[in-house]
């Protein structure tokens, strides 16, 4: 680990991580829960955030979805085996399941870059299932509205037809 104050690594690393998902086309909102101030990482347009960007006691952290965790466990067994550390924060309920701790920018710039990228494919692939269920929403709702719409229109040719019926039979109408 290089020699360097620890509040200028910490910076340092944040800014590293910044620039990733700025890189990326990210969209980036200082945001605060509690007195813990984080950075929050979505994709433009969208609601929902890919990763978190929090200060830690030994640099920085990007806290990450459950589905970004295990796919960094199961797909690069090796890099994962050298982050610094990571912890559960599930708990803390801020929509994130795990916390990867970085403590050098030098050492941790590949792994800082991994992370960041593994989350954004996630990020994609989670807009792109939002996407389709929204527009299967639509369909079904549409699907729905014309059977609504043609059900109405048989009650009301039975209407029609029973009223026609009473007037030309006005024993059926008692």
Same mark, same amino acid.
């Given at each position: 680990?290089?020699?360097?104050?620890?509040?200028?690594?910490?910076?340092?690393?944040?800014?590293?991580?910044?620039?990733?998902?700025?890189?990326?086309?990210?969209?980036?909102?200082?945001?605060? +829960?509690?007195?813990?101030?984080?950075? +929050?990482?979505?994709?433009?347009?969208?609601?929902?955030?890919?990763? +978190?960007?929090?200060?830690?006691?030994?640099?920085?952290?990007?806290?990450?979805?459950?589905?970004?965790?295990?796919?960094?466990?199961?797909?690069?067994?090796?890099?994962?085996?050298?982050?610094?550390?990571?912890?559960?924060?599930?708990?803390?309920?801020?929509?994130?399941?795990?916390?990867?701790?970085?403590?050098?920018?030098?050492?941790?710039?590949?792994?800082?870059?991994?992370?960041?990228?593994?989350?954004?494919?996630?990020?994609?692939r989670e807009q792109a299932r939002r996407k389709a269920l929204?527009?299967?929403?639509?369909?079904?709702?549409?699907?729905?509205?014309?059977?609504?719409?043609?059900?109405?229109?048989?009650?009301?040719?039975?209407?029609?037809?029973?009223?026609?019926?009473?007037?030309?039979?006005?024993?059926?109408?008692?």
């Open positions: 680990m290089s020699k360097m104050k620890a509040t200028e690594r910490k910076k340092l690393l944040r800014e590293q991580m910044r620039k990733h998902f700025e890189d990326a086309g990210c969209e980036l909102a200082d945001m605060k +829960a509690g007195p813990q101030n984080y950075t +929050a990482v979505r994709h433009p347009g969208e609601d929902f955030n890919v990763a +978190a960007i929090y200060g830690s006691r030994k640099g920085a952290s990007i806290w990450v979805k459950e589905q970004v965790h295990d796919r960094l466990r199961q797909k690069y067994p090796e890099q994962f085996s050298r982050f610094v550390d990571v912890v559960d924060v599930d708990l803390f309920r801020r929509g994130f399941a795990w916390a990867i701790h970085f403590a050098d920018p030098a050492e941790d710039a590949d792994l800082i870059q991994l992370v960041c990228t593994v989350s954004l494919q996630w990020g994609k929204e527009e299967t929403k639509l369909q079904e709702a549409q699907v729905k509205e014309e059977r609504e719409a043609r059900r109405k229109e048989r009650m009301a040719a039975k209407r029609k037809e029973w009223r026609d019926r009473k007037t030309i039979d006005p024993s059926l109408s008692k």
